[in-house]
């Protein structure tokens, strides 16, 4: 079956801003369908793309393979495995609400709504992306955008100097939007070049032949090649995932970032960093993962508890869900070092409960901040009372954030830290469920502190509820995190034919 | 689908359509009426339920089971969702639905002055909660119970911060949530290790006895919380800050008994560990003891039920660690009656004089003869009062604890006993006879027949419900003689002497405490044990947790951007290197040359 859906998907919203760039400047809502429309197609693209794989047959699907260098073996080779469905579907929601609640920039929205759209496409690139070097490329056209985006939409605030190293703070303006977008580039291009690295060991060592991920995986490479290979994709590809200690881009980007790129940076870019530690160094390097393994778990717990801890003093909201980020993705690379069916699919589907549960974060922030003008919670307080449907959905993804059951919250991280207690990781665990505990701390906290209390003070007078675009948004990432909590097996299952597919090279006894 | 099955999905999903329908029409929820119409209407079709499902039980129809597959990761299936339709589960949920069915008939009164939105609001919270309950009760295993036992939970925070804008209330509902969240995480790891041990949520698995113990422990430490079991139990008395008809449901008829439940709901596995019974034996006794002492000096009407609630779940937690299901289990309904009754009369009288204090009150039994007949009753029944429910259920657990460790248990829960008496004597004295204590009380009158109503129905079913201990008895296959020992005799006399002391202290407008409370009021008003978590809090986590938040800022993130501050200095420093002058490059060319030269020659 060939349909090239997946090259639909991937390509629609790439198509839209290629229109929207021929788009007069001041066609305003023109410029928001086009994107929209771009949006659209890869939502439902994808919608379909899960419903039809065939479980049963398992493997990859809806093969499409474009010869683009033969004499390297580089291929657009694009396919749907397991995974492909879900976390497509899990992209496709999160840019058509990163859209709608994009739909009151004002500043050059034109090539905002470019760039969007171009980030999106090597997002979706990525999770078909059957041949490593395509692989990397789409990587990059999603990384890179970010720079721009954050530097030129975002927003800035004052980072006093302290400690023992604020030599460099003169420096670099800590805290303004040029610097967060520029730390944020760095740190994520020098894990790109720890993964370029690894993947032409990999190349070389294969044959020099094919980047084909599946000749890659294929071959059996030596021990210790894979030894200092896997750090190197691990951390290449984990700084993009949050991993500790190389989180730091992620709350001053996520503090300076605009309302959708918050969203979709939190939402399905940190996906792609946990998912290239997954798709390209487990799968690629079993022995190299199995030596690695105890670290990667031991960090994924630090990520969780510290994420959590340091979340809960701070003061400024995009900074608390930020920080919230990096503990909930230590979920995902907890839920990959158990090396266990459960583990496995309980980190792919914590990619996408998280996914949503911050889309839906960062947009109800977007909102909040719009309206009062800061994000110091502390100013905050009432606002319940004049945003009643704000503070309802605030509390929803507060909800599946600390692990409530009936929303998708709740599947991954049980899921997850049950695979870990049962093969035998007893400290993880505790620190999971620690850090989960340490959520409700301070999620609640916020809820207080923004939405509860007597009505908002006098300072404030520009609140008001969500509007008609926005309610989309809000809708549709709010649905999405209870029905997966409510009947998890709509993802869960596909994801468990993908986990047992890859799971099979690095734990032989795991058969279909 | 069987008969059973049918009936257990109407009881679950009657509340879930309610609920539903009015979170996604919000025009419907904000016009107030409609949603408390649907809300009912809900908890109708769920109470009938309840009811044939518990008259098909008591004719000894088959207990059934329906589940489907929920968790699915390799070739094995995790968890599993449904219902189970067996006698616990059937009584429980006719409990369940006929207390939330009087509150919520008892809600139009009592919340009849709240803005339509919130009204609506409030009735979509009741329809959300019975849900949860409803999932919690008729759970098929543990995982799903333990989902039911956290939505509750949360229906918990959101009813208790009704009154949102009220700081007090919105911190109570935190408190409350983080306390049974805290302690919920012992049912999450029980689960882990029944997990691993067994590979399923079962609760009637066979365990080893160490595993049986950590798995019952740590069961038992999320029933501390949920139960408001010493020392966890400071969130109950606060919670008191929600609606009075919510106090009546959550905070003492049903929510607050979830643990109790899951520890009769999973007994084949408390039974495999005498060292747990005889830790929920002395957490039961000592809290009854505690919480009761507790209640003596407070002066909100209902935070003296509040403290009276943390006190009986002692009773039922020690009858459990006795080894009494049924003592447990039948004191657990009795006091969902009588509980709920004291609360909605309290709401009454509450809703009167518009006030929570026992001070403002005084003589609104001659003004207001339902609700102080309905306070009366609930109060004998609470103390356990012969032919009153609550004497035959309480008979039921001083009997199971009696031999127990000494006979140290059976004493406390005698003492408790007692002091329940004189508690509620007390309230009721100063309360409800004597003279109005102002304007207020001398012109409080009796509020409609929906405030009415469920007043009279559960005043029947606490003065009659001992009528149940045979047919409950049966229904979980227990041999039951109502026998007159010295034990039924004494408690029946310390509750009587209770009454009878709180009356002659209390009696002819005598307000103030005697001296021997001053001391005990002294104790309460120091909130040792908030003042402890207090500090565990503020001292300890907020201090970590700002640290960590300086290191992550300042070190860790202060090194990456020193490392980008050394990259650019040393360009800058190695800037002087480029001159511009071409003699400095031949130079260095020459050098260069030079050097490869000796290289050469040297290999």
Same mark, same amino acid.
């Given at each position: 079956m060939n349909d090239h859906l997946l090259s639909l998907i991937v390509a629609a919203p790439a198509l839209a801003a290629l229109v929207v760039m021929f788009?007069? +400047?001041?066609a305003r809502q023109a410029i928001r369908w086009v994107s929209l429309l771009g949006a659209s197609v890869s939502l439902l693209g994808s919608i379909y793309a899960l419903a039809t794989y065939d479980s049963a047959r398992a493997?990859?699907?809806r093969v499409e393979d474009y010869p683009i260098v033969p004499s390297m073996g580089v291929h657009l080779r694009l396919a749907q495995d397991g995974w492909g469905g879900p976390l497509l579907l899990l992209t496709g929601v999160i840019i058509f609400a990163g859209v709608l609640a994009s739909?009151?920039?004002?500043?050059r929205d034109k090539e905002y709504f470019v760039l969007l759209l171009v980030l999106v496409s090597g997002v979706l690139g990525v999770f078909v992306s059957q041949d490593l070097l395509i692989f990397f490329l789409f990587y990059e056209v999603a990384v890179l955008p970010m720079y721009l985006l954050i530097g030129i939409w975002g927003a800035s605030h004052a980072v006093p100097a302290k400690g023992p190293?604020?030599?460099?703070w003169k420096a670099f303006a800590v805290g303004d939007k040029q610097y967060a977008a520029m730390k944020l580039t760095l740190m994520l291009l020098v894990g790109s070049a720890a993964i370029m690295a690894a993947i032409f060991v990999l190349y070389l060592q294969a044959g020099a032949t094919s980047f084909d991920l599946a000749h890659l995986a294929a071959t059996s490479y030596d021990r210790d090649t894979q030894i200092i290979v896997f750090p190197l994709i691990w951390l290449g590809f984990g700084t993009l995932a949050g991993v500790f200690p190389f989180h730091t881009w992620s709350p001053d980007g996520h503090a300076s970032a605009p309302t959708a790129v918050s969203m979709l940076h939190a939402g399905v870019l940190m996906k792609l960093g946990a998912f290239g530690v997954m798709r390209v160094g487990m799968v690629l390097l079993p022995e190299g993962t199995h030596f690695w393994v105890p670290v990667v778990g031991a960090v994924a717990a630090v990520n969780i508890l510290y994420g959590a801890l340091c979340a809960m003093?701070?003061?400024d909201l995009k900074y608390i869900v930020a920080y919230s980020s990096v503990s909930h993705m230590g979920v995902v690379m907890l839920g990959a070092a158990t090396l266990t069916p459960a583990g496995w699919d309980g980190a792919v589907f914590q990619m996408v409960a998280h996914g949503i549960m911050t889309g839906l974060f960062f947009a109800l922030v977007g909102i909040v901040y719009e309206r009062a003008?800061?994000?110091?919670?502390?100013?905050?307080?009432? *606002?319940a009372t004049v945003m009643p449907g704000v503070a309802v959905f605030f509390t929803l993804a507060c909800l599946s954030s600390l692990g409530l059951?009936?929303?998708a919250g709740f599947v991954s991280e049980f899921v997850v830290f049950l695979a870990a207690w049962r093969s035998g990781h007893l400290i993880w665990t505790i620190a999971g469920v620690l850090g989960a505990f340490i959520t409700a701390i301070y999620v609640l906290r916020a809820t207080r502190a923004i *939405?509860?209390?007597?009505?908002?003070? +006098? +300072? *404030?007078?520009?609140l008001s509820d969500a509007r008609r675009t926005e309610w989309g948004a809000l809708i549709i990432l709010g649905t999405s995190l209870v029905a997966l909590g409510v009947?998890?097996?709509?993802?869960l299952d596909p994801i468990d034919v993908g986990t047992l597919t890859h799971l099979a090279r690095l734990v032989p006894g795991v058969v279909r | 689908m069987t008969r059973p099955i049918v009936l257990a999905l109407v009881g679950l999903f009657a509340p879930a359509a309610a609920a539903l329908l009015l979170a996604v029409a919000p025009a419907l929820r904000r016009r107030g009426t409609p949603a408390a119409a649907l809300t009912i209407l809900g908890s109708v079709a769920s109470f009938g339920a309840a009811l044939l499902l518990l008259a098909d039980r008591l004719h000894g129809g088959p207990a059934a089971l329906a589940t489907v597959p929920w968790l699915r990761s390799g070739d094995s299936v995790i968890a599993e969702i449904g219902v189970c339709a067996d006698g616990v589960s059937a009584s429980m949920l006719v409990v369940v639905t006929l207390v939330a069915l009087c509150v919520q008939v008892f809600s139009l009164g009592y919340m009849h002055d709240e803005q339509p939105p919130s009204f609506g609001r409030y009735f979509t919270y009741h329809a959300l909660f019975l849900f949860s309950m409803n999932v919690l009760v008729l759970a098929p295993n543990l995982l799903q119970l333990f989902g039911g036992w956290e939505l509750v939970g949360v229906t918990s925070y959101l009813l208790i911060g009704f009154?949102? %804008?009220?700081p007090s209330a919105a911190r109570a509902a935190v408190k409350a949530f983080w306390v049974t969240k805290f302690a919920d995480m012992g049912l999450l790891f029980g689960l882990f290790v029944l997990f691993a041990a067994t590979g399923s949520f079962r609760w009637d698995a066979h365990l080893a006895p160490a595993v049986a113990t950590a798995v019952t422990l740590l069961f038992f430490l999320a029933v501390v919380g949920k139960s408001a079991?010493?020392?966890?139990?400071?969130w109950l008395p606060d919670?008191?800050?929600?609606?009075t008809p919510v106090s009546a449901l959550l905070?003492?008829?049903?929510m607050v008994a979830a643990g109790v439940f899951l520890i009769v709901r999973a007994n084949p596995l408390f039974e495999q560990s005498e060292t747990t019974r005889n830790v929920m034996l002395i957490v039961g006794a000592g809290t009854a003891l505690f919480a009761a002492c507790l209640a003596l000096v407070q002066s909100d009407i209902k935070k003296v039920l509040a403290y009276s609630t943390c006190s009986q779940l002692g009773y039922m937690v020690a009858a459990l660690g006795a080894g009494s299901m049924m003592g447990g289990f039948f004191h657990l309904t009795t006091h969902a009656f009588f509980k709920a009754l004291l609360f909605l009369a309290a709401g009454s009288a509450i809703h009167a004089v518009? #006030?929570?204090?026992?001070?403002?009150?005084?003589?609104l039994a001659k003004r207001m003869p339902w609700t102080g007949a309905a306070f009366v009753i609930g109060a004998l029944a609470l103390a356990g009062? =012969?032919?009153? #429910?609550g004497f035959f259920s309480k008979d039921l657990v001083l009997e199971a604890v009696e031999? %127990?460790?000494?006979h140290v248990p059976w004493i406390a829960l005698l003492g408790t006993a007692f002091l329940t008496a004189f508690y509620m004597g007390r309230v009721v004295v100063v309360?409800?006879?004597?003279? =109005? #204590?102002?304007e207020k009380a001398a012109h409080a009158h009796e509020a409609g027949w929906s405030m009415r109503g469920p007043l009279v129905v559960l005043a029947a079913l606490s003065l009659l419900?001992?009528?149940f201990t045979a047919p409950f008895a049966r229904l979980h296959g227990e041999p039951y003689a109502l026998h007159l020992g010295v034990g039924p005799v004494l408690a029946a006399a310390l509750a009587l002497g209770g009454f009878a002391l709180a009356y002659r202290v209390y009696?002819?407008?005598?307000?103030a405490a005697p001296a021997v409370l001053e001391g005990l009021s002294k104790v309460a008003r120091s909130r040792a044990v908030n003042r402890f978590y207090e500090f565990g809090f503020h001292r300890v986590a907020l201090v970590v947790s700002s640290g960590l938040a300086w290191t992550d800022r300042y070190l860790v993130d202060g090194l990456i951007n020193m490392i980008g501050y050394e990259t650019l200095e040393g360009g800058r420093r190695a %800037?002087?290197?480029?001159?511009?002058?071409a003699p400095d490059y031949v130079l260095a060319v020459v050098l260069g040359v030079v050097g490869l030269a000796a290289w050469a020659v040297a290999q």
């Amino acid at each position: 079956m060939n349909d090239h859906l997946l090259s639909l998907i991937v390509a629609a919203p790439a198509l839209a801003a290629l229109v929207v760039m021929f788009l007069p +400047d001041g066609a305003r809502q023109a410029i928001r369908w086009v994107s929209l429309l771009g949006a659209s197609v890869s939502l439902l693209g994808s919608i379909y793309a899960l419903a039809t794989y065939d479980s049963a047959r398992a493997g990859l699907q809806r093969v499409e393979d474009y010869p683009i260098v033969p004499s390297m073996g580089v291929h657009l080779r694009l396919a749907q495995d397991g995974w492909g469905g879900p976390l497509l579907l899990l992209t496709g929601v999160i840019i058509f609400a990163g859209v709608l609640a994009s739909w009151t920039v004002s500043k050059r929205d034109k090539e905002y709504f470019v760039l969007l759209l171009v980030l999106v496409s090597g997002v979706l690139g990525v999770f078909v992306s059957q041949d490593l070097l395509i692989f990397f490329l789409f990587y990059e056209v999603a990384v890179l955008p970010m720079y721009l985006l954050i530097g030129i939409w975002g927003a800035s605030h004052a980072v006093p100097a302290k400690g023992p190293f604020q030599a460099a703070w003169k420096a670099f303006a800590v805290g303004d939007k040029q610097y967060a977008a520029m730390k944020l580039t760095l740190m994520l291009l020098v894990g790109s070049a720890a993964i370029m690295a690894a993947i032409f060991v990999l190349y070389l060592q294969a044959g020099a032949t094919s980047f084909d991920l599946a000749h890659l995986a294929a071959t059996s490479y030596d021990r210790d090649t894979q030894i200092i290979v896997f750090p190197l994709i691990w951390l290449g590809f984990g700084t993009l995932a949050g991993v500790f200690p190389f989180h730091t881009w992620s709350p001053d980007g996520h503090a300076s970032a605009p309302t959708a790129v918050s969203m979709l940076h939190a939402g399905v870019l940190m996906k792609l960093g946990a998912f290239g530690v997954m798709r390209v160094g487990m799968v690629l390097l079993p022995e190299g993962t199995h030596f690695w393994v105890p670290v990667v778990g031991a960090v994924a717990a630090v990520n969780i508890l510290y994420g959590a801890l340091c979340a809960m003093s701070q003061t400024d909201l995009k900074y608390i869900v930020a920080y919230s980020s990096v503990s909930h993705m230590g979920v995902v690379m907890l839920g990959a070092a158990t090396l266990t069916p459960a583990g496995w699919d309980g980190a792919v589907f914590q990619m996408v409960a998280h996914g949503i549960m911050t889309g839906l974060f960062f947009a109800l922030v977007g909102i909040v901040y719009e309206r009062a003008h800061t994000r110091a919670i502390a100013k905050m307080g009432g *606002f319940a009372t004049v945003m009643p449907g704000v503070a309802v959905f605030f509390t929803l993804a507060c909800l599946s954030s600390l692990g409530l059951p009936g929303t998708a919250g709740f599947v991954s991280e049980f899921v997850v830290f049950l695979a870990a207690w049962r093969s035998g990781h007893l400290i993880w665990t505790i620190a999971g469920v620690l850090g989960a505990f340490i959520t409700a701390i301070y999620v609640l906290r916020a809820t207080r502190a923004i *939405f509860w209390g007597p009505g908002p003070s +006098d +300072d *404030f007078h520009e609140l008001s509820d969500a509007r008609r675009t926005e309610w989309g948004a809000l809708i549709i990432l709010g649905t999405s995190l209870v029905a997966l909590g409510v009947w998890p097996r709509l993802l869960l299952d596909p994801i468990d034919v993908g986990t047992l597919t890859h799971l099979a090279r690095l734990v032989p006894g795991v058969v279909r | 689908m069987t008969r059973p099955i049918v009936l257990a999905l109407v009881g679950l999903f009657a509340p879930a359509a309610a609920a539903l329908l009015l979170a996604v029409a919000p025009a419907l929820r904000r016009r107030g009426t409609p949603a408390a119409a649907l809300t009912i209407l809900g908890s109708v079709a769920s109470f009938g339920a309840a009811l044939l499902l518990l008259a098909d039980r008591l004719h000894g129809g088959p207990a059934a089971l329906a589940t489907v597959p929920w968790l699915r990761s390799g070739d094995s299936v995790i968890a599993e969702i449904g219902v189970c339709a067996d006698g616990v589960s059937a009584s429980m949920l006719v409990v369940v639905t006929l207390v939330a069915l009087c509150v919520q008939v008892f809600s139009l009164g009592y919340m009849h002055d709240e803005q339509p939105p919130s009204f609506g609001r409030y009735f979509t919270y009741h329809a959300l909660f019975l849900f949860s309950m409803n999932v919690l009760v008729l759970a098929p295993n543990l995982l799903q119970l333990f989902g039911g036992w956290e939505l509750v939970g949360v229906t918990s925070y959101l009813l208790i911060g009704f009154y949102f %804008r009220k700081p007090s209330a919105a911190r109570a509902a935190v408190k409350a949530f983080w306390v049974t969240k805290f302690a919920d995480m012992g049912l999450l790891f029980g689960l882990f290790v029944l997990f691993a041990a067994t590979g399923s949520f079962r609760w009637d698995a066979h365990l080893a006895p160490a595993v049986a113990t950590a798995v019952t422990l740590l069961f038992f430490l999320a029933v501390v919380g949920k139960s408001a079991q010493f020392p966890l139990h400071v969130w109950l008395p606060d919670a008191m800050e929600g609606p009075t008809p919510v106090s009546a449901l959550l905070h003492a008829a049903t929510m607050v008994a979830a643990g109790v439940f899951l520890i009769v709901r999973a007994n084949p596995l408390f039974e495999q560990s005498e060292t747990t019974r005889n830790v929920m034996l002395i957490v039961g006794a000592g809290t009854a003891l505690f919480a009761a002492c507790l209640a003596l000096v407070q002066s909100d009407i209902k935070k003296v039920l509040a403290y009276s609630t943390c006190s009986q779940l002692g009773y039922m937690v020690a009858a459990l660690g006795a080894g009494s299901m049924m003592g447990g289990f039948f004191h657990l309904t009795t006091h969902a009656f009588f509980k709920a009754l004291l609360f909605l009369a309290a709401g009454s009288a509450i809703h009167a004089v518009h #006030s929570n204090e026992i001070d403002d009150m005084g003589g609104l039994a001659k003004r207001m003869p339902w609700t102080g007949a309905a306070f009366v009753i609930g109060a004998l029944a609470l103390a356990g009062i =012969p032919g009153f #429910s609550g004497f035959f259920s309480k008979d039921l657990v001083l009997e199971a604890v009696e031999h %127990r460790l000494g006979h140290v248990p059976w004493i406390a829960l005698l003492g408790t006993a007692f002091l329940t008496a004189f508690y509620m004597g007390r309230v009721v004295v100063v309360a409800f006879f004597g003279a =109005p #204590s102002g304007e207020k009380a001398a012109h409080a009158h009796e509020a409609g027949w929906s405030m009415r109503g469920p007043l009279v129905v559960l005043a029947a079913l606490s003065l009659l419900g001992g009528a149940f201990t045979a047919p409950f008895a049966r229904l979980h296959g227990e041999p039951y003689a109502l026998h007159l020992g010295v034990g039924p005799v004494l408690a029946a006399a310390l509750a009587l002497g209770g009454f009878a002391l709180a009356y002659r202290v209390y009696g002819a407008d005598r307000r103030a405490a005697p001296a021997v409370l001053e001391g005990l009021s002294k104790v309460a008003r120091s909130r040792a044990v908030n003042r402890f978590y207090e500090f565990g809090f503020h001292r300890v986590a907020l201090v970590v947790s700002s640290g960590l938040a300086w290191t992550d800022r300042y070190l860790v993130d202060g090194l990456i951007n020193m490392i980008g501050y050394e990259t650019l200095e040393g360009g800058r420093r190695a %800037r002087p290197l480029q001159t511009g002058l071409a003699p400095d490059y031949v130079l260095a060319v020459v050098l260069g040359v030079v050097g490869l030269a000796a290289w050469a020659v040297a290999q």
